[in-house]
Every structure is written in structure tokens, then in C-alpha cells.
């Protein structure tokens, strides 16, 4: 059983372009909670998707920042117009019940805008 | 959610018990204790969770005092690959699982 699956591990934009990352969760599991881990920081929750549903989006900048979770695929956090404190490492986890605390993280995805 | 304090380092030697305490003296009767782990540069992973009684899995042990006020997390057989950032969130039941990871505690595994 394959665990959770972000690509690209790294990535590496140019100021204001536009960042894609993408999160497979775990076969069966249907939520998805992103995460941010600045430099020398915990893990700051961003994000909490159920297929096709936003449900917690409070910790999510107000701008340039969006995320979904389609029926089909993976979940996409997009990032508009990166700037250099967007450089960071993001994580995925997925979960197979509404409201489970026991999340599978992915291995991340560490953006370094230029 | 209520806050911890943990220390921000430890070391323990191969082989013996590491004890990983945490404070939350203002956690509320609907919110539970849970350790995660990171080790460098990959995702957290799930360590244990409990509400008010002891807890204990393959991975550890979670024994919370009688007022909730504050918990230890015990490797009994500490290991290299157990060297790690290992954090205690407090969260409240129905709060969609949105974790905030402080600063944790940086345990070191010495041979």
C-alpha cells in the first residue's frame, strides 16, 4: 500500500511565477490537510479538503494561495505570483475518516523561490 | 487549543528508555494529547494519542498524570533511527484535525 505521494520534491520558481504542488493521498483516504514548515519552524496547518469540498481553510494567506481536491487525481496546492517568503517546505497528509487525527504525512515538497 | 511546553532538547544513550515530557496545565476536558515525530527532512509521523488513560503501542508509550496537566512519552529501547524532532499537540475533538506543531523536542540518539 503505497503511502502518501507529493511531487515534485523540490521545486524551484522565479519570483512571480506559479507554483503547483500535487498530493496523492493513500488509497482509500478521502481528506487532505496541507501543511507549511518555514525555516526552523513547526508545521503551520494551512488546509483541510475533502473530495471536491473545502472544509478548513483558515489557515491559508488570503491571497495568491488556493487549493483543491477534484473527484479525480491528486490534490493541487497552487501558489500565484511566488514570492521569496513562500520558500518553504509543504506537506501533504491524508486521512481515511471525517475528523481522524491519525494523519499520514508525505515526504513533502521543498519550493525555494529565486 | 491548549499549549505545550516541551524541552527543546534531549539526548539519550542507545538502547535505554528515552522519557519525553510535555506540559499542557490549561488542556480542557474534550481535547486529547498526540505525538508526532520528524525526522530530518521527511513528514511527520504518527507516534500515539490519548484522552485520559496510559497508552501504549509497538512504537511507544503515553502516560498522562491523573489532572491531564501533563504527559510522558517513553521509546523504552531507544535507537539511532529514533533520532528525531518529536512533538506533543494538544487538539480538541471535533476541530478538523488541524494540527499546530510547536517547536518540539530535538532528541538525539548517541551510541
Known amino acids: 500500500n503505497a503511502g502518501v505521494m507529493q511531487n515534485p520534491r523540490h521545486l524551484v520558481r522565479r519570483r512571480g511565477q506559479e507554483a503547483r504542488l500535487r498530493c496523492s493521498p493513500m488509497k482509500g483516504h478521502s481528506h487532505v490537510y496541507w501543511y507549511r514548515q518555514l525555516p526552523e519552524e513547526g508545521l503551520k496547518f494551512m488546509v483541510y479538503?475533502?473530495?471536491?469540498?473545502?472544509?478548513?481553510e483558515s489557515g491559508m494567506p488570503k491571497e495568491r494561495f488556493s487549493a483543491e481536491f477534484p473527484k479525480e487525481g491528486p490534490s493541487i496546492l497552487r501558489i500565484q505570483q511566488v514570492v521569496r517568503g513562500d520558500s518553504a517546505a509543504y506537506f501533504c497528509?491524508?486521512?481515511?475518516?471525517?475528523?481522524?487525527?491519525?494523519?499520514?504525512f508525505g515526504p513533502g515538497t521543498r519550493l525555494t523561490v529565486t | 487549543d491548549a499549549k505545550t511546553t516541551q524541552p527543546p532538547s534531549m539526548d539519550c544513550a542507545e538502547g535505554r528508555a528515552a522519557n519525553l515530557p510535555c506540559n499542557h496545565s490549561t488542556i480542557s476536558g474534550n481535547e486529547y494529547v498526540y505525538w508526532y515525530r520528524q525526522i530530518h527532512s521527511q513528514g511527520p509521523q504518527y507516534i500515539i494519542h490519548g484522552l485520559k488513560n496510559n497508552e501504549t503501542n509497538e512504537m511507544a508509550s503515553l502516560i498522562i498524570t491523573e489532572d491531564r496537566k501533563s504527559s510522558t512519552l517513553i521509546l523504552p529501547h531507544a535507537t539511532l533511527r529514533d533520532t528525531a524532532v518529536y512533538y506533543c499537540?494538544?487538539?480538541?475533538?471535533?476541530?478538523?484535525?488541524?494540527?499546530?506543531f510547536g517547536a518540539g523536542t530535538q532528541v538525539v540518539v548517541t551510541p
Open positions: 479538503l475533502q473530495k471536491e469540498n473545502i472544509i478548513d
Open positions: 497528509a491524508s486521512s481515511p475518516l471525517y475528523n481522524s487525527y491519525e494523519q499520514y
Open positions: 499537540i494538544v487538539i480538541e475533538a471535533g476541530s478538523w484535525g488541524k494540527f499546530q
